[in-house]
Every structure is written in structure tokens, then in C-alpha cells.
């Protein structure tokens, strides 16, 4: 009996972070996190630190920290990596908005005196061929350089006036309100809004970093949370018994909402590719197994909410699968398309900026 006990417990430990060890695997072969949502390491990033600070207060299972420390190492691995490949196509990303600030304006208003001297000068190789004969290669030379530095300048244009919540979550509209739709659709639809810049705020922030700002950020960020746990604890904690409670419900919460990123990048991207089938699993048989834990170790009402929430948003990923996989793609529908992108564009034409990070895939069988 005490040696399946020592297995249950080293299985509490390590289990629930093999899949995300899979997606760490599958980011790294692929150099492209397009089918994982950062925001979900970071969720449980935040959720196992506190969950470490509430082991102060409260001795739980001893076998739930040591859960919470290789959560901390495994997201941060994870995050570091995800960081690490936005940064290698960062490059890219920095030289069209450099040349957007130095040239864009130039640029974009030069087509209309440039056109006007094409014109101009094709009028005159009209009238004179002999004269233009001379200088035609350098003409076309100039010609096709003028064309080429106004598309890019274009695009990069399009690129900066597109709102973000536009080009990200195809969601917005400057003229349409919420209440166009009326009703139950309405309300939907606002809380899809709301849940979509949310999510892309937290990302973009968390993006605009590097692997070791991050880390640094991170750690500052913990010590000053410890620092006033602490000071929680060493106040509150002497008049209310249960003081210790607050920290550990605000951690379970935290971790209750980790699968919602994933299932709006699945909407917005509609589909699955990219997302490992075992981090998945990962997700069900983890919550199916924690809800029945908590039943039978007859916990707080809080962890068995939250554990069937969890269950919930799961039923949700395994329905995006199916749909996805097999509805979707029966009817030769396999591209990754972005929420929106049938409809608007960071430009149009010649222009259009493809967003390589959120569309890229992968055509590794054992990903979905």
C-alpha cells in the first residue's frame, strides 16, 4: 500500500507537465509556437508561484508543491523557448517598421508625382525614341525600384493603420456596436470582444519580451508578490485562521481559466494544427483525475467548482478537435485561416502583410 501510495504521488508530480514538455519539443523542432497560446504558461507560471506562497501559510501535500516547483521550471523553460523563436523572426519584423518611420510618409506620398514623371517621361520616349533609347536600362532599373519601394512602403502603411484588435482577432469593427445584433447574440458577442483583446493584450506585452527580460521581470515581479504574502500573513494571518485561504483560491481561479487562451487561438486561427494530441490528453485525464481526487479526499466545494470548470473548457478543446479535424478538413478545408481574415487584411492587393506567426503550421502527423 505505501509503495502505490510513493507512485501516486510521483505521478502527482510529474504527469500533469508531460504534455506541456511535448509542446516544448514539438515549438523547438518547428522553430513556431502558432498552435500554442503563450498565455497559458503564463497563467500556470502565475498560478504554481502562488501556489508555492500559499504552502507558507497552509502545509498541504507535500507532493502538490513539489508539483508547483517543476510547474515553475517547466513554464518557464517554456515561455523562455517561445520567446527565443518570436525573437529569431523579430529581425524581420523591426526592419519594416524602421523603414515605415524613415521612408513610409515619403514614400507613400511620392506614386502620384512618381506616376505623373513616368507618364511625363513616356510621353517624351514617345516624341523623341532615339533619347529614351539611351537611357532605358537604367529607366526600367529606376522604374522597378520606385515600384517595389512603394509596396513595401504600402504595406507597412496598412500594416501600422490596422487597429490591433482588427488584425489579430478579426473582431473589430469601428462602426458596429455589440447591441447590432441584438439579444443573447449581442452579449455574446461583446464578451467574445472583450475575451479577444484581453487575451491579445496579455500576449502582445508578454511578446515584447526577451528570453532573459522576462526571466528578470519574473523574478521581481515574485519578490515583491512574496514580499507582500508575507506581510498578508504576518498581519491578517494573526486575526483570521484562515487568512492562508484567500492566496490558495486566488492560485486555483488563476489556474481554472488556463485552457480559455488555447481555445480562443483555436477560434481564431480555426484549427488545432500545431497543438501536440498529448498535452491535450494531458488536460482531460489531469482535471478528470484531480475532480475525482477532490470528491473523494472530500476538499473544499471551491476545488471541485473550479476542477469541473476545468472539465468544462476541456470539453470545449475536444469539441474544436473534432470539428476541426475531421469536419472541417472533410470538406478539403485544411489551410489555417485567422478569425476574420476572408473579410479584412492588414492591406490589400499587392500589399497584404501575411501574419507568418499566427497562420504558420506544421504537417507533423502526430499534431492535430
Known amino acids: 500500500m505505501e509503495v502505490l501510495k510513493v507512485c501516486f504521488e510521483v505521478a502527482l508530480v510529474f504527469a500533469p507537465h508531460i504534455g506541456y514538455v511535448s509542446q516544448y519539443m514539438e515549438i523547438d523542432r518547428s522553430r513556431s509556437f502558432a498552435g500554442y497560446a503563450p498565455v497559458v504558461s503564463l497563467i500556470l507560471l502565475t498560478s504554481n508561484t502562488l501556489r508555492v506562497y500559499y504552502y507558507i ?20 523553460a517554456l515561455l523562455w523557448k517561445v520567446l527565443e523563436v518570436q525573437a529569431q523572426q523579430l529581425p524581420n519584423h523591426q526592419v519594416d517598421d524602421m523603414y515605415y518611420r524613415e521612408y513610409g510618409a515619403a514614400a507613400i506620398a511620392a506614386p502620384s508625382s512618381g506616376e505623373a514623371g513616368l507618364t511625363t517621361s513616356g510621353s517624351t520616349q514617345v516624341a523623341g525614341a532615339p533619347a529614351a533609347a539611351k537611357g532605358s536600362s537604367s529607366g526600367e532599373a529606376d522604374a522597378a525600384a520606385a515600384s517595389s519601394s512603394h509596396a513595401a512602403a504600402a504595406a507597412a502603411a496598412a500594416m501600422w493603420q490596422t487597429p490591433a ?37 496579455i500576449e502582445s506585452r508578454l511578446l ?10 519574473y523574478v521581481v515581479t515574485a519578490a515583491v508578490v512574496l514580499a507582500t504574502v508575507l506581510l ?5 494571518g494573526r486575526v483570521w485562521g484562515s487568512a492562508a485561504e484567500v492566496v490558495g483560491y486566488t492560485a486555483l481561479g488563476i489556474e481554472a481559466l488556463l ?8 477560434a481564431r486561427r480555426r484549427s488545432t494544427e500545431g497543438l ?7 488536460w482531460v485525464g489531469g482535471d478528470v483525475v484531480k475532480v475525482i481526487y477532490f470528491v473523494y479526499a472530500e476538499q473544499a466545494l471551491a476545488f471541485i467548482v473550479c476542477g469541473a470548470f476545468q472539465i468544462g473548457l476541456d470539453v470545449v478543446v475536444v469539441a474544436q478537435l473534432i470539428y476541426y479535424r475531421f469536419l472541417v478538413r ?6 489555417v485561416v485567422i478569425h476574420g481574415d476572408d473579410d479584412e487584411h492588414y492591406g490589400d492587393g499587392a500589399g497584404d502583410v501575411p501574419r507568418s506567426r499566427e497562420a504558420a503550421g506544421t504537417s507533423d502527423p502526430n499534431l492535430l
Do not use: K, W
Not at 501559510?57 to 508547483?68: E, V
Not at 488584425?167 to 461583446?190: I, T
Not at 498578508?232 to 491578517?236: E, T
Open 57 to 76: 501559510g497552509n502545509h498541504f501535500l507535500f507532493a502538490l508543491l513539489c508539483q508547483a516547483v517543476v510547474g515553475i521550471a517547466v513554464h518557464g
Open 232 to 236: 498578508y500573513y504576518v498581519s491578517i
Open 276 to 282: 501536440t494530441m498529448l498535452l491535450i490528453l494531458t
Open 208 to 217: 515584447r519580451h526577451t528570453p532573459l527580460q522576462f526571466v528578470c521581470s
Open 259 to 266: 485552457v480559455l487562451p488555447q481555445i480562443l487561438r483555436n
Open 330 to 335: 472533410s470538406r478539403g478545408d485544411s489551410s
Open 165 to 201: 484588435g482588427e488584425a489579430r482577432s478579426g473582431y473589430y469593427d469601428g462602426d458596429a456596436s455589440p447591441a447590432a445584433s441584438g439579444g443573447a447574440c449581442g452579449a455574446l458577442e461583446a464578451c467574445l470582444r472583450v475575451l479577444f483583446r484581453l487575451e491579445d493584450g
